[in-house]
């Protein structure tokens, strides 16, 4: 496992400095969810099967900007679902992304899932592992990524971060999010999953939701490449991840690479609440 931290570093290194210097224009090509690809979500996708191939224990990698899985070391054990740069729509406007990890083992399901990692290039750029718990660190001047702290979610957190076209909201899903703001919680909501979720696991909790919406009735965000590695650091956080049907996210089974689902992260009273306006 070791080797493919050691990949993801050089990757977000390289990517670091995609974002800073080069082209953020499109491409004139569509990706499998019919978004314009902008070169540097091509690039980031390079960087990251370049770095991948090098490391025999990956079998194959499903990325966010191919149609279909690639084949990478026979004799791997680990399939790695990523989304190479996530929020990549954000960088012209010089808000944070980041790039997203499912390390996973004897298929893509979320009970396949042995660690997820995450990349956020803000002002600094930090790296997140989760194993058995979950561990920040910093990128330094020399290149090196330094451990900083674990991150450990409180039971009851004060950010609200509510995805999704809130005019294709349910009328229950709104008033879930009208009663957590009565009660005085923070609008945190940036656009971009990765400083989204990264916010509410550093200051101690809350709630991201990206629900199902009458144009979106899945969702938008995909299981292999977004939901699951977060749903993964959540639960090792002490916190919690379940779709609009209150089933853990880490149970579900897609049928495609690119299968979505309405999601909910946060820390265990905001999914509470959630649970109880979903059942
Ligand atoms: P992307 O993978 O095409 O960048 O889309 C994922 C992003 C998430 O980071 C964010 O939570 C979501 O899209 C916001 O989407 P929208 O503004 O369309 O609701
Ligand atoms: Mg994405």
Redesign the pocket.
């Known amino acids: 496992m070791n080797e493919i931290y050691e990949a993801i570093k050089t990757s977000a290194i390289r990517i670091r400095e995609l974002i800073e210097y080069d082209d953020t224009g499109y491409s004139s090509s569509i990706n499998t ?1 019919g ?1 314009t690809q902008l070169k540097i979500d091509i690039k980031s996708d390079l960087v990251i099967e370049e770095e991948f191939r090098k490391i025999p224990s990956i079998k194959e990698i499903i990325s ?1 900007e191919k149609e279909n899985k690639t084949s990478l070391h026979d004799n791997g054990i680990y399939t790695i679902g990523y ?1 190479p ?5 954000l960088i012209d406007v010089d808000l944070s992304v980041g790039s997203i990890f499912g390390i996973y083992e004897g298929g893509s399901n979320g009970a396949h899932l042995k660690a997820a990692v995450y990349v956020v290039y803000g002002p600094r750029v930090e790296l997140v592992i989760a194993e058995s718990d979950v561990k920040m660190y910093r990128l330094n001047q020399k290149n090196e990524f330094v451990y900083m702290h674990d991150i450990k979610l409180k039971e009851k957190g004060k950010l609200n971060a509510p ?3 809130q005019q294709g909201w349910s009328k229950s899903h709104k008033k879930l999010i009208d009663d957590i703001f009565q009660d005085g919680y923070r609008l945190r909501y940036s ?4 400083p ?1 979720l990264h916010q509410i696991l550093l200051k101690g909790g809350g709630l991201f939701s ?1 629900p199902g919406t009458t144009d979106v009735p899945k969702g ?2 995909r299981m292999i490449f ?1 939901v699951f590695p977060f749903a993964f650091v959540f639960e090792q956080a002490g916190g919690a991840a379940i779709n609009d049907k209150n089933q853990r996210i880490l149970d579900l089974v897609p049928s495609h690479p690119h299968d979505t689902t309405p999601c909910f992260f946060g820390s265990k009273k905001e999914i509470e609440r959630v649970m109880a306006c979903y059942e």
Do not use: A, F, H
């Not at 740069?85 to 729509?89: A, P, Q, V």
């Not at 656009?191 to 990765?194: C, H, I, L, S």
């Open positions: 969810t978004d966010e989304d740069l996530d929020g990549s729509s995805g999704g076209t656009g971009g999953m990765v989204d990206y938008k965000l977004e």
